[in-house]
């Protein structure tokens, strides 16, 4: 913590070319810097749902499908929640999809009347978990291992590994010192990510200042000149940024990522930070369940916007992008901030969902450390109960999930955290790309032979952004919305098939490769592996296959 406090102090040539070495490490794992694939390269626009034989990019063949295997067929209408930051509902391309409330509809916007008395006051398009009754609604929160230091920190911060200690303080000591380190390394490189990243933005504002040129071109940054070594330095990275895809992209990267640093330190990793308060629930009491408010959107609805369209944005509007499922109603449960999510606040969000129609639910959010698995574990048991399927984002931290947990899990768990087997209704999911090479696996995703199920595309995935906008993304947060939509997709058209049954089909109806593909090994060292050897099904989602297979067990039913 002190060297870390120091290294954001001191200013100097030696801690600046260190955070320029790591700034280049950083560009491998973060959306704002590009991926394996690279933004220059970026596929055709709908490229996720395409086909490798018609269109030669790995899609899961959803345009197939609907040509050729869903003429004739009546879907009926599925409710998918989706679990995240919250959503634009009047977005052009998804305000015709959003689930609407039958039973509590809002007279005004002053009208708090809990129509159909389920204790959320008008929640006619879903819920907010991480906001008030006022209408204040949490933006930033801190990372888990932030909150449990804070909790654990003047408990053991004085305790040696000598010391006597009871079996549960002995596994609590142990976890902090797990935390410490994990949390110290955190730190010390988002500090280290937030003064590069700071240095090189303040280097070029000031050139386009002094050129009086927002938008210079490459030969006019090449010829720009400053007499600083780091500042030589800084301007050199971001003209190869420049030269690989722009100006305009770059800036918006360079922006990106002084952003993302900024709220590292400020908020995620910040001990002093505290917005919990803003909800005003009862924190520690895990079974509280009417808290909140009604308000969806949030206040940064970016990422569950892309999530949301990716599902189910309107395929027939000859407008912006075709989601994959369409008969699809977008349930929006708002319980993810810029930070970790919480456990109270993930579980119930699954039950509001449950209890409220959904059939899939799509969760594109995880963390590497848990709260109260058990509260979650429980609502998870509800949806399967309920005939649901949840369907989760594997992480992005390049990372063998059967060594490295990813939370929330379809692994349930006694009182001491041991194991007590998984559950049918749980689809985790990694992140593919759109060429059919040994770089097919995205180079940030996380992978296990025996946590992750599916790999579905989730690399420069074109989809909605609020305000009736555009823009690629990466991450499994988006391969997840992938499998959601295609899951929906299924239980539209073949609407007895059990959660289960839906996710034994998805698994086995997955476009197999030949090819040996690249992950990133716990040593940081690039490896090929078989897609079977870092995944359950091995193999990437295809639609076209599922909905045959769907067609196929139905029949099978039959006799």
């Avoid at 939509?485 to 058209?493: C, D, K």
């Avoid at 839906?502 to 690249?518: A, F, G, N, R, Y």
Wanted: aromatic share 8%.
């Amino acid at each position: 913590m002190t060297l870390a406090l120091y290294l954001l102090a001191v200013n100097n040539l030696l801690v600046f070319m260190r955070s320029i070495l790591l700034l280049l490490i950083y560009s491998t794992l973060f959306s704002y810097s590009g991926f394996s694939q690279g933004k220059k390269d970026k596929p055709k626009v709908n490229w996720f749902n395409l086909d490798l034989k018609e269109d030669s990019v790995m899609g899961i063949s959803t345009e197939k499908a609907y040509r050729e295997l869903l003429p004739g067929k009546k879907g009926v209408p599925v409710i998918v929640a989706v679990i995240d930051g919250g959503t634009d509902i009047n977005h052009e391309d998804l305000k015709n999809a959003i689930w609407v409330n039958p039973d509590d509809r809002v007279i005004s916007p002053d009208d708090t009347t809990d129509a159909d008395h389920n204790g959320y006051p008008g929640d006619v398009h879903g819920w907010n978990f991480i906001g008030n009754k006022n209408g204040n609604d949490v933006h930033f929160d801190n990372l888990e291992v932030t909150r449990q230091l804070k909790v654990l920190r003047p408990l053991y911060m004085s305790v040696l590994p000598s010391t006597p200690l009871p079996e549960k303080q002995r596994r609590e000591f142990l976890a902090f010192q797990k935390m410490t380190a994990d949390y110290t390394d955190k730190l010390e490189r988002a500090q280290l990510g937030q003064l590069t990243y700071n240095r090189i933005k303040k280097v070029v504002d000031t050139m386009l200042s002094q050129l009086k040129n927002p938008k210079p071109e490459l030969k006019m940054i090449e010829d720009y000149k400053v007499s600083d070594q780091m500042d030589s330095r800084a301007l050199k990275l971001f003209r190869s940024d420049v030269k690989d895809q722009g100006f305009e992209e770059a800036y918006k990267d360079l922006k990106e990522g002084v952003e993302y640093f900024n709220n590292q330190v400020n908020y995620h990793l910040n001990m002093g930070f505290n917005s919990r308060d803003t909800v005003g629930d009862n924190y520690e009491n895990s079974n509280e369940r009417f808290y909140g408010n009604a308000d969806v959107m949030g206040p940064d609805a970016k990422h569950g916007t892309h999530v949301a369209g990716i599902i189910g944005a309107n395929r027939n509007n000859n407008i912006g992008i075709k989601g994959v499922a369409d008969q699809v109603q977008l349930m929006i449960v708002r319980t993810v901030p810029d930070g970790d999510e919480r456990d109270k606040d993930v579980a119930n969000a699954i039950r509001y969902a449950v209890e409220n129609g959904a059939k899939v639910i799509s969760m594109s959010f995880g963390k590497a450390y848990v709260k109260d698995k058990r509260i979650v574990d429980d609502a998870v048991r509800f949806a399967r109960e309920k005939d649901v399927l949840l369907v989760h984002a594997a992480g992005n931290d390049a990372q063998d999930n059967d060594k490295h947990p990813n939370f929330p899990n379809r692994n349930l768990v006694d009182s001491l955290g041991i194991n007590q087997g998984t559950v049918d209704n749980w689809i985790e999911v990694g992140a593919s790309g759109w060429k059919n090479d040994d770089n097919l696996v995205a180079e940030f995703s996380n992978y296990g032979r025996r946590s992750v199920d599916v790999f579905a595309p989730g690399v420069q995935l074109y989809s909605t952004l609020p305000g009736n906008t555009y823009d690629y993304e990466d991450g499994t947060s988006m391969a997840a919305p992938v499998v959601s939509g295609l899951a929906a997709l299924i239980r539209s058209y073949y609407p007895n098939l059990k959660a289960s049954e839906v996710k034994e089909i998805i698994l086995k109806s997955v476009t197999k490769v030949d090819q040996k593909v690249k992950i990133r090994g716990d040593d940081g060292n690039r490896m090929k592996v078989n897609l079977s050897d870092i995944s359950v099904s091995g193999g990437v989602v295809n639609a076209y296959q599922a909905l045959k297979m769907a067609a196929e067990k139905k029949e099978s039913l039959k006799k």
